[in-house]
């Protein structure tokens, strides 16, 4: 799509560019198309110069990018909401089963011989049919998880929300104070956008409000997790298990507390690793670059933080 209308120039390679490979990269360009691991910040609009006429995220999630910065250069940013809701909902349901049924010990015991015989008392979990979903941040995402958990395992879903969402008539949902959620939860899913405000929502005086049953799903990101205290918490059962397909840094040091843990469960963060999806964002990521450089309003766009008007 893009190299019909642009001279392209690429990053190659599987790992993202150095800080400096980005800077240079970048020079000269009219629209940067970036991955959620590559920092996009005034020295990178700097770096790439007064051409610069958007910037196009490839995820939906945009804390990677400084859009106050963009916005003051009116720069538009976009990003590719709805295409992953349904891919990133059914890894978080992979997460809620594998956690609460413990499949990473049980996983290894199969590898390593650990498992000798059935055992009336091996490697139990927590139910779920019946029981209390949780959900942080009722968006997109949040709503598809509820939905499947609703109309599968028929939980009773509890949500926290800044603002009060439109839910589709199907899914019956309760509007909760955060500790009420984390108090009333059998599982807690994770479906807030990372941003200052949500840095460490989920830290030691959340998670010591959970259940000692409960378990965690993070789908988002995974600074909004303090991790020294999920570690703690796993590690003191204080809850029962966690399921994560982000942390922080990507991709987490071998040597952290969180992956010797057996009851703390992680993925490389496959939310949205689907053929449908991914092919769905890079058609929207495109988008937006051509609508950018064609001095277009962006299909796709991140609605810019109001800045206040400098005197
Ligand atoms: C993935 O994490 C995304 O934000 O698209």
């Given at each position: 799509?893009?190299?019909?209308?642009?001279?392209?120039?690429?990053?190659?390679?599987?790992l993202p560019p150095t800080?400096?490979?980005?800077?240079?990269?970048?020079?000269?360009?009219?629209?940067?198309?970036?991955?959620?691991?590559?920092?996009?910040?005034?020295?990178?609009?700097?770096?790439?110069?007064?051409?610069?006429?958007?910037?196009?995220?490839?995820?939906?999630?945009?804390?990677?990018?400084?859009?106050?910065?963009?916005?003051?250069?009116?720069?538009?940013?976009?990003?590719?909401?709805?295409?992953?809701?349904?891919?990133?909902?059914?890894?978080?349901?992979?997460?809620?089963?594998?956690?609460?049924?413990?499949?990473?010990?049980?996983?290894?015991?199969?590898?390593?011989?650990?498992?000798?015989?059935?055992?009336?008392?091996?490697?139990?979990?927590?139910?779920?049919?019946?029981?209390?979903?949780?959900?942080?941040?009722?968006?997109?995402?949040?709503?598809?998880?509820?939905?499947?958990?609703?109309?599968?395992?028929?939980?009773?879903?509890?949500?926290?929300?800044?603002?009060?969402?439109?839910?589709?008539?199907?899914?019956?949902?309760?509007?909760?104070?955060?500790?009420?959620?984390?108090?009333?939860?059998?599982?807690?899913?994770?479906?807030?956008?990372?941003?200052?405000?949500?840095?460490?929502?989920?830290?030691?005086?959340?998670?010591?409000?959970?259940?000692?049953?409960?378990?965690?799903?993070?789908?988002?990101?995974?600074?909004?997790?303090?991790?020294?205290?999920?570690?703690?918490?796993?590690?003191?059962?204080?809850?029962?298990?966690a399921g994560l397909d982000?942390?922080?840094?990507?991709?987490?040091?071998?040597?952290?507390?969180?992956?010797?843990?057996?009851?703390?469960?992680?993925?490389?963060?496959?939310?949205?690793?689907?053929?449908?999806?991914?092919?769905?964002?890079?058609?929207?990521?495109?988008?937006?670059?051509?609508?950018?450089?064609?001095?277009?309003?962006?299909?796709?766009?991140?609605?810019?933080?109001?800045?206040?008007?400098?005197?």
């Open positions: 799509m893009l190299r019909t209308s642009a001279v392209l120039r690429l990053h190659a390679g599987a800080r400096e490979e980005l800077l240079s990269g970048v020079a000269g360009c009219s629209g940067i198309l970036s991955l959620l691991s590559d920092r996009i910040d005034a020295e990178v609009m700097d770096a790439a110069g007064d051409d610069l006429r958007v910037i196009s995220n490839f995820a939906v999630g945009f804390n990677n990018i400084d859009l106050t910065e963009a916005e003051r250069r009116c720069i538009p940013v976009g990003n590719t909401p709805d295409v992953l809701t349904e891919a990133t909902a059914d890894i978080a349901v992979g997460l809620i089963l594998a956690a609460a049924r413990q499949f990473r010990p049980a996983m290894q015991a199969v590898r390593d011989g650990g498992w000798r015989t059935w055992e009336p008392l091996g490697w139990i979990g927590q139910d779920l049919v019946g029981k209390t979903l949780g959900i942080i941040g009722m968006g997109r995402i949040g709503q598809a998880v509820a939905g499947r958990m609703q109309a599968g395992w028929r939980m009773r879903v509890l949500y926290t929300a800044r603002r009060q969402p439109e839910l589709p008539p199907h899914l019956a949902a309760q509007r909760v104070a955060l500790e009420e959620l984390l108090a009333q939860s059998d599982v807690v899913s994770i479906h807030v956008p990372l941003s200052e405000a949500t840095r460490h929502f989920i830290s030691r005086p959340q998670l010591r409000l959970m259940k000692p049953t409960a378990v965690l799903v993070n789908t988002a990101r995974g600074e909004v997790i303090d991790q020294e205290a999920l570690a703690d918490a796993l590690q003191s059962e204080r809850i029962f298990a982000v942390c922080t840094p990507e991709p987490l040091p071998l040597d952290h507390p969180l992956q010797s843990l057996t009851n703390c469960l992680l993925l490389p963060h496959i939310g949205s690793a689907t053929t449908q999806a991914r092919a769905a964002m890079a058609t929207r990521a495109a988008e937006n670059i051509l609508a950018g450089l064609a001095g277009r309003p962006l299909p796709y766009r991140v609605a810019p933080p109001t800045i206040a008007p400098q005197r």
